[in-house]
């Protein structure tokens, strides 16, 4: 396992754009396919983008997709999760996971968990 903080959440307006972090340590950052996760208030864990060990392969909920960016910077053993055109309905926890080899959407497949980062979208 590795050990996952994230940092970048707030309170922000509909519209704006915010990016979160994911720090990684305690293994080789680089080989851990990474991916972002939220959960809004009484509702279940939702997938949002998942992306390779070298970058150059991502996945996206249809939820989020053409808004989010899932990015990684191996050398800084950093993930981010770029969030443009915020709306109201964004407003959860975010989590970052990592594995060495699940490349997918479930939240149980992966073997290490941040603790979360709120974000908050007004209307």
């Known amino acids: 396992q590795v050990q996952l903080v994230e940092s970048g959440g707030g309170l922000v307006q509909a519209g704006d754009s915010l990016r979160l972090s994911c720090s990684v340590s305690g293994r080789t950052f680089s080989s851990y396919i990474v991916g972002w996760f939220r959960q809004a208030p009484g509702k279940g864990r939702e997938f949002l983008a998942v992306i390779s060990r070298s970058g150059g392969t991502t996945a996206y909920a249809d939820s989020v997709k053409g808004r989010f960016t899932i990015s990684r910077d191996n050398a800084k053993n950093t993930m981010y999760l770029q969030m443009n055109s915020l709306k109201p309905e964004d407003t959860a926890t975010y989590y970052c996971?990592?594995?060495?080899?699940?490349?997918?959407?479930?939240?149980?497949?992966?073997?290490?968990w941040g603790q979360g980062t709120q974000v908050t979208v007004s209307s």
């Open positions: 996971v990592a594995d060495p080899t699940y490349y997918g959407r479930d939240w149980d497949s992966f073997d290490s």
